[in-house]
Each structure stands twice: as C-alpha cells, then as structure tokens.
C-alpha cells in the first residue's frame, strides 16, 4: 500500500468517526429536545392546574361576598322596612287622634 493509500485510508476512518460522533451528537440533541419539551409540558399542565384552582378558589370568594353583601342589603332593607312602618304607624295613630280632636267636641 502506497502513502497516499494509507494517508486516504486513514482521512475515510477519520471520516468515519466524525460521522458516528455528529450522528450522535443529533440523536443527544434530539434526546435533550424531547425531553425539555416533556418537561415544559409538564410546567403548562401545572400552571393551567393552579390557574384553575386559583379561578375556582376566587369565584368561591366572590360567591361569598356576594352573599355576604345580599344578606346585609336584605337586613338593612328589613330594618328601614320595620323603620318606616313605624313611622307609619306613629303617623297614621296622629292622623287618627287630629281626627277624632277635629270631629269630637
């Protein structure tokens, strides 16, 4: 075998060899991108977990203060309701005594 045989030779296995190490540094790039898409994944599932649990968790509040707010309005509506038929009545029972003052002698 000649020299240059010899040095064509070694330049195909050196060829060779960077092929196999490119091929598997593609398939260690495919690997690392598989795997932060998996994770990555996993990080949208988790945020759209607790996104959800954080909207039930304030619809829950809300509900809760709406209540909260109808059961207040609906005890200050009673009490001016009570207050006004009250007054009502004061004023009905003053009617009444001006009118019996009026007619009666």
């Known amino acids: ?8 030779s070694e330049l195909a296995q050196r060829e060779a060899a960077l092929d196999a190490q490119i091929e ?17 994944a ?3 599932r988790d945020a ?11 619809d829950e509040q809300l509900a809760a203060e709406v209540a909260r707010i109808r059961e207040e309005s609906g005890a200050q509506a009673r009490e001016q309701a009570q207050g006004t038929r009250e007054q009502a009545g004061a004023k009905l029972g003053q009617a009444v005594e001006t009118i019996m003052r009026a007619v009666l002698p």
């Open 24 to 40: 598997a540094a593609r398939e260690e790039a495919r690997q690392t991108v598989a795997a932060a898409e998996a994770q990555a």
């Open 48 to 58: 759209e977990a607790q996104a959800a649990a954080m909207q039930a968790q304030h």
């Open 1 to 8: 075998m000649d020299v240059s045989s010899k040095v064509l």
């Open 42 to 44: 996993g990080i949208m």
